[in-house]
């Protein structure tokens, strides 16, 4: 017999979980990330890591930005997480120890840990899980695992990673170290930016447009 969770279980369970209506701009980022979530959990080579963790806060909060009403933002991100049947505490906690992290180490000396050319002893897990991933031969990437790699980088120094030829250097030095496609790391990251582009502009479509309904609304009022 098959247990195997499907895709309609996991959406089912989250909008058991979060009950309120999601904005609908929004409402295919949340369940696109849940449906990627999904399909990770129930592969047999997946493994969860902080860096993968980051990924998920990361992706989540840079799309969710702005989302009203501000309040529903942590209920979707427990109930994406608790539908996929993982801990939302442990994303956040294992998110914020690896922010920390960057944020307290320059940032070449960042890229010498993850691309494995030195040791983090600052973070004895980082470390272990830096040398499962690059020695496991069947290990999961994901998109989500490179944009966890991409936030410790932007964490550690933000203007650096605006130099295209800077972060494309990180970026190899970090797969080849890992053992991980460098081709693939890069075009999820293009594609991930390209993204969150997209969702700001439509953002501001939808602003300009509610704007401009106001204005039809109050005229008529005046009228």
């Known amino acids: ?66 989302y009203q009403p501000e309040q529903d933002k942590e209920s979707i991100f427990r109930a994406i997480c608790q539908a996929v049947e993982q801990d939302p505490q442990r994303y ?19 890229i010498a840990g993850l691309s494995r050319a030195n040791s983090l002893d600052q973070d004895g897990d980082l470390q272990q899980q830096l040398e499962a991933v690059a020695t496991n031969s069947n290990f999961k990437y994901s998109r989500l695992f490179g944009v966890g790699l991409f936030a410790l980088l932007v964490q550690s120094d933000h203007e650096l990673m605006k130099d295209d030829k800077q972060k494309s250097e990180a970026l190899k030095a970090i797969a080849n170290g890992l053992n991980i496609s460098e081709d693939k790391l890069i075009k999820d990251l293009e594609l991930y930016s390209s ?9 501001i479509v939808m602003a300009d447009i509610l704007t401009a309904d106001r204005k039809k609304r109050d005229a008529l009022k005046s009228a």
């Open 92 to 110: 956040r906690q294992d998110a914020s120890r690896l922010q920390a992290l960057a944020v307290s180490l320059p940032v070449k000396d960042l």
């Open 1 to 66: 017999m098959n247990n195997v969770r499907t895709v309609s279980d996991t959406k089912r369970t989250f909008y058991t979980l979060h009950t309120r209506p999601i904005n609908t701009i929004y409402r295919r980022v949340v369940e696109e990330l849940m449906v990627e979530m999904h399909l990770l959990s129930v592969n047999v080579d997946f493994s969860y890591n902080a860096i993968y963790a980051l990924g998920v806060v990361t992706t989540f909060d840079s799309f969710m930005d702005g």
């Open 195 to 203: 993204n969150l582009e997209k969702m700001a502009q439509a953002l």
